[in-house]
């Protein structure tokens, strides 16, 4: 947060009917258990709630203003509107086309978030930054990130999400980004979006520029690399990957997990850089490439910002690592799973030179009519490269029995912790992973205690 916001600014860039005194806030808020002291609270309605109801709430808490969809006797200003999700969006798009600086759009099934607070590191040292917090990358998300964008900043980083056709067009005709990353595409809302072919479909809309001036920067690696550069509008196309003739080429990845830290080499213009990142992901090297090539696109000597990779902080339970008792470690990767991130994650975990490789899975969401063949396609994976394959949740059944008697079925969380919590022995890695609806990160935090 850079600085305060005049609510009589905020009332007309909202279409909004100011009902009391102008006064300043120090942000934006629509929950109000998170609520901070100073805050405009922004009354949502959806399906099964309806913010008003919580207003009261939020006035104790410190909220200084209060938007909603109809009149009432407030305490303190009060802004009416039609549709309280309508004021957001206004008030998004009039402060996004005020904006002076670049705007960097970044989606994709796996990275998103990891790939923003990549790109913020890299321009920490040189430039102010607005990003979008946590992972607020949908419909309500994405217009409540740009609610506190102004030219305070030099450049905004916006994550744009989907799980339903049609959504990256109009976050994008939200965020009008100038640069967008694509960073991979893979089977993940499949119940929403049908095929991987509609997923790199729907990905490829934010190559849909609004001026000639676009910059699109693509996984090279991907099979849709071609297909995404045959139908963007951008003036320019730059690439990173594994593959040779990617502009940004990524080689020679190696873990360590006692350092916690990932190196490789990057080649660029023919020049081999050696980089390191924290954390023990395979994949990060990647974003970290597609990172620099945001960089590169802004016009940025990327020589002077790849040192900065050594001071990413990314995101909590992506690869987390803990040290356990007897010398072993729990990665925690419960953030949010698909069959491809699993796969990655397995990557990971074979890649350490730990003797006992543990993998603690929950059920992968959101996959429609293909979730059982998913699944037993991971256990396919997982069976030559993990020692022990312990799931949680029905869906599991087959593929735990194709694992073999490594493979171990559980319904519960109470029970699966107590089994893990008795196998681990000295020289056991154990990663933790599932869609972010099974939870998890309350099995990993149990096993942190062991």
């Excluded at 303190?76 to 759009?105: H, M, Q, Y």
């Excluded at 940004?248 to 390191?276: G, H, P, W």
């Excluded at 029995?401 to 089994?419: A, M, P, R, T, Y």
């Amino acid at each position: 947060m850079q600085g305060k916001f005049e609510l009589l600014d905020i009332a007309k860039k909202g279409k909004a009917k100011l009902h009391g005194n102008s006064l300043q806030v120090n942000g934006f808020s629509i929950d109000s258990r998170t609520l901070q002291h100073g805050e405009i609270y922004i009354a949502l309605k959806g399906k099964n709630f309806d913010g008003k109801d919580f207003v009261d709430e939020a006035i104790t808490k410190g909220a200084q203003a209060v938007v909603a969809d109809n009149y009432f006797d407030s305490k303190v200003p009060l802004l009416v509107v039609k549709d309280t999700e309508d004021f957001l969006k206004d008030l998004a798009l009039a402060n996004r086309l005020e904006f002076k600086g670049p705007v960097i759009g970044v989606t994709g099934s796996n990275g998103k978030t990891s790939s923003k607070e990549i790109i913020a590191s890299l321009l920490s040292s040189g430039m102010t930054y607005h990003k979008t917090i946590g992972n607020n990358n949908n419909q309500i998300g994405l217009p409540l990130s740009l609610a506190d964008l102004d030219n305070t900043y030099d450049c905004s980083i916006l994550e744009l999400g989907t799980s339903s056709p049609g959504e990256i067009s109009l976050l994008a005709s939200i965020a009008k980004p100038d640069i967008a990353l694509i960073t991979n595409v893979s089977k993940s809302h499949l119940s929403g979006l049908g095929s991987i072919d509609l997923i790199a479909e729907e990905k490829g809309c934010i190559g849909t520029f609004e001026s000639n001036e676009g910059v699109l920067i693509l996984n090279k690696d991907s099979r849709y690399f071609d297909y995404w550069k045959d139908t963007t509008n951008a003036k320019k196309v730059v690439s990173f990957g594994t593959k040779k003739g990617s502009d940004f080429q990524v080689t020679s990845i190696a873990v360590d997990f006692s350092r916690n830290c990932t190196s490789f080499i990057l080649i660029n213009q023919d020049k081999e850089t050696e980089c390191s990142i924290p954390g023990v992901g395979l994949y990060n090297p990647l974003n970290a490439a597609g990172a620099l090539a945001v960089c590169f696109s802004m016009g940025l000597d990327i020589n002077k910002f790849v040192g900065n990779l050594k001071k990413v902080d990314l995101p909590q339970r992506r690869l987390s690592l803990h040290n356990l008792s007897k010398g072993s470690v729990l990665i925690d990767d419960s953030y949010n799973a698909n069959p491809e991130s699993v796969k990655n994650s397995i990557d990971t975990l074979s890649a350490s030179n730990y003797q006992n490789k543990v993998i603690v899975l929950g059920e992968m969401l959101e996959l429609g009519k293909d979730a059982d063949k998913l699944h037993k396609e991971v256990s396919e994976y997982a069976k030559t490269r993990v020692d022990s394959f312990i799931c949680l949740g029905e869906i599991w059944e087959e593929g735990v029995h194709h694992f073999g008697e490594d493979g171990v079925l559980f319904l519960s969380k109470e029970e699966l912790i107590d089994h893990v919590s008795s196998i681990i022995e000295t020289d056991t890695v154990i990663l933790v992973k599932g869609s972010r609806s099974t939870r998890m990160d309350i099995v990993s935090d149990k096993l942190k205690d062991f």
